[in-house]
């Protein structure tokens, strides 16, 4: 398939981000950011400064070379804030198209609102709440509802707005924010919601929760903060001398901790005003709602979990079509699961081929590591860590041991149980069919009374053997069934 690309031309990067196709879940292929710094200083004048502009046309000099060089023809390129708010925004506009040889979108506030909110639901088909994203030099909201972006906002009010040349704070920002903030009317009816944050700021300040924490995962994607802790936190930084933030640079760059404590400001005004039940964090936003938009109709109402799968079976797996199949044979097990649980046992049943070419010493804890840090959306921390927890059964481990330790802080005992049964389910059904249909068919699970049974075609009898008896003891077990063979 053909390869799609945005140019995102903000307040403080211009960014080429390459995706390998207009697939459900592609993956990104090249992804490139130069700070140029926009939008710094646009309050004193309203004017982008001249070496700004200028490291930003080098840049996109690069970025239209480099779509000519990987042969992309379908692409957009957007830009926001700083290039609409400044007066001489149409210049540095005609400029790209003439130097360049690229034409510009410069999108409004509300269809960034509607971009973004777009690219959160390209991650997180199911959001619902209100969607906030913080730029350089804007706040844009949104509100997400069944599948689609309705009210939208946009102030500017980005912490890059308030800052001089020499990254002093200028003019007077809280005061700004409060005033924008209290100006929100259609809010009031979607209170006790979730609120989706989106852009790199409010990504550096779940990073620090999470270092603060001592999370499981370093992923920010889909990270989860309670109201209070949010409160607590976003009013600790919004408080921070510029010495204090120094603490934290090892894990956040100084560029970012210069607007760490507006962005945390904002961040707290905005919860308070929606009375906010939880952030989360999302990484994705203008540029995957581009990309989002850009697929066809049906590709958009595909699931991008039960995709990303297929295509990571397809490239890694040797029985790549073999999942569903999978999934229905030790159906009988779980026969009143709701959507979520049979969501994630299908994810579980796609990818439990693709660890076959570990070292077998190390292939459950390799399968377990690459779903944790992979790049599944769609998926919760906890689904993640179910689906991982399961397929490290599958592989022949066990739950309880020291590699799924911080795992299993994810996951409720309930979880941890569910994935047992999974794992070992999905370990049965691997060693009787072979990878194979064929396989599968000469076996089916059933349970009648206190027996796990498990009926074999006589004329498959032979397929039962020391291996296939172990697997189906643990199974029992863990249903506490006494199991049976059953030769019909």
Same mark, same amino acid.
């Given at each position: 398939?053909?390869?799609?690309?945005?140019?995102?031309?903000?307040?403080?990067?211009?960014?080429?981000?390459?995706?390998?196709?207009?697939?459900?879940?592609?993956?990104?292929?090249?992804?490139?950011?130069?700070?140029?710094?926009?939008?710094?200083?646009?309050?004193?004048?309203?004017?982008?400064?001249?070496? +700004?502009?200028?490291?930003?046309?080098?840049?996109?000099?690069?970025?239209?070379?480099?779509?000519?060089?990987?042969?992309?023809?379908?692409?957009?390129?957007? $830009?926001?804030?700083?290039?609409?708010?400044?007066?001489?925004?149409?210049?540095?506009?005609?400029?790209?198209?003439?130097?360049?040889?690229?034409?510009?979108?410069?999108?409004?506030?509300?269809?960034?609102?509607?971009?973004?909110?777009?690219?959160?639901?390209?991650?997180?088909?199911?959001?619902?709440?209100?969607?906030?994203?913080?730029?350089?030099?804007?706040?844009?909201?949104?509100?997400?509802?069944?599948?689609?972006?309705?009210?939208?906002?946009?102030?500017?009010?980005?912490?890059?707005?308030?800052?001089?040349?020499?990254?002093?704070?200028?003019?007077?920002?809280?005061?700004?924010?409060?005033?924008?903030?209290?100006?929100?009317?259609?809010?009031?009816?979607?209170?006790?919601?979730?609120?989706?944050?989106?852009?790199?700021?409010?990504?550096?300040?779940?990073?620090?929760?999470?270092?603060?924490?001592?999370?499981?995962?370093?992923?920010?994607?889909?990270?989860?903060?309670?109201?209070?802790?949010?409160?607590?936190?976003?009013?600790?930084?919004?408080?921070?001398?510029?010495?204090?933030?120094?603490?934290?640079?090892?894990?956040?760059?100084?560029?970012?901790?210069?607007?760490?404590?507006?962005?945390?400001?904002?961040?707290?005004?905005?919860?308070?005003?929606?009375?906010?039940?939880?952030?989360?964090?999302?990484?994705?936003?203008?540029?995957?709602?581009?990309?989002?938009?850009?697929? $066809?109709?049906?590709?958009?109402?595909?699931?991008?979990?039960?995709?990303?799968?297929?295509?990571?079976?397809?490239?890694?797996?040797?029985?790549?079509?073999?999942?569903?199949?999978?999934?229905?044979?030790?159906?009988?097990?779980?026969?009143?699961?709701?959507?979520?649980?049979?969501?994630?046992?299908?994810?579980?049943?796609?990818?439990?081929?693709?660890?076959?070419?570990?070292?077998?010493?190390?292939?459950?804890?390799?399968?377990?590591?690459?779903?944790?840090?992979?790049?599944?959306?769609?998926?919760?921390?906890?689904?993640?860590?179910?689906?991982?927890?399961?397929?490290?059964?599958?592989?022949?481990?066990?739950?309880?041991?020291?590699?799924?330790?911080?795992?299993?802080?994810?996951?409720?005992?309930?979880?941890?149980?569910? $994935?047992?049964?999974?794992?070992?389910?999905?370990?049965?059904?691997?060693?009787? +069919?072979?990878?194979?249909?064929?396989?599968?068919?000469?076996?089916?699970?059933?349970?009648?009374?206190?027996?796990?049974?498990?009926?074999?075609?006589?004329?498959?009898?032979?397929?039962?053997?020391?291996?296939?008896?172990?697997?189906?003891?643990?199974?029992?077990?863990?249903?506490?069934?006494?199991?049976?063979?059953?030769?019909?």
């Amino acid at each position: 398939m053909e390869k799609f690309a945005v140019i995102d031309i903000g307040s403080n990067s211009v960014r080429l981000v390459v995706y390998e196709s207009l697939k459900r879940a592609p993956y990104v292929i090249f992804n490139e950011k130069i700070l140029c710094g926009l939008g710094r200083g646009l309050a004193e004048d309203g004017m982008m400064r001249d070496e +700004s502009m200028a490291m930003a046309i080098g840049t996109l000099k690069r970025f239209q070379l480099m779509l000519d060089k990987m042969d992309i023809t379908q692409y957009r390129v957007v $830009a926001t804030s700083a290039v609409r708010e400044a007066t001489n925004g149409p210049d540095f506009v005609e400029k790209v198209k003439r130097d360049c040889h690229l034409d510009v979108a410069v999108i409004t506030g509300k269809e960034e609102a509607r971009l973004s909110g777009l690219g959160v639901l390209c991650a997180l088909p199911r959001a619902h709440g209100i969607m906030g994203d913080l730029g350089g030099g804007s706040l844009e909201l949104a509100l997400l509802s069944d599948g689609d972006v309705r009210d939208r906002a946009s102030f500017a009010i980005g912490p890059l707005k308030y800052q001089s040349l020499d990254g002093r704070t200028i003019a007077s920002p809280k005061a700004d924010i409060d005033r924008a903030i209290a100006a929100l009317d259609w809010t009031a009816g979607h209170r006790q919601e979730n609120f989706y944050a989106v852009g790199g700021a409010w990504r550096a300040l779940a990073k620090i929760h999470i270092m603060e924490k001592g999370y499981a995962l370093n992923n920010v994607h889909h990270y989860i903060i309670d109201r209070d802790e949010i409160l607590d936190l976003s009013n600790h930084l919004s408080g921070l001398h510029p010495v204090e933030m120094n603490r934290y640079l090892v894990h956040i760059s100084a560029r970012r901790l210069k607007v760490l404590p507006l962005a945390a400001y904002i961040l707290n005004r905005l919860i308070k005003k929606l009375k906010s039940k939880r952030l989360v964090v999302s990484g994705y936003g203008l540029r995957e709602g581009l990309l989002f938009e850009s697929m $066809a109709d049906d590709v958009r109402a595909e699931d991008p979990l039960i995709e990303a799968c297929h295509d990571i079976a397809a490239n890694a797996g040797r029985f790549s079509e073999h999942g569903k199949r999978l999934q229905k044979w030790i159906d009988p097990l779980f026969p009143d699961d709701d959507f979520e649980p049979n969501r994630l046992r299908l994810a579980t049943a796609i990818l439990s081929d693709v660890g076959w070419r570990g070292h077998p010493e190390y292939k459950s804890e390799k399968i377990l590591y690459e779903v944790l840090h992979g790049r599944l959306l769609g998926l919760t921390h906890r689904g993640a860590a179910f689906i991982g927890l399961a397929l490290y059964i599958c592989y022949g481990g066990t739950s309880g041991e020291r590699q799924t330790a911080k795992v299993e802080t994810l996951l409720r005992p309930s979880d941890i149980l569910y $994935a047992n049964k999974v794992g070992l389910a999905l370990r049965l059904a691997q060693r009787i +069919s072979g990878g194979t249909e064929k396989g599968l068919k000469s076996a089916r699970l059933e349970i009648s009374g206190g027996n796990l049974l498990l009926n074999i075609r006589k004329k498959d009898a032979a397929i039962v053997n020391e291996v296939v008896m172990k697997r189906f003891h643990d199974l029992a077990r863990e249903f506490y069934l006494t199991e049976k063979i059953r030769i019909t």
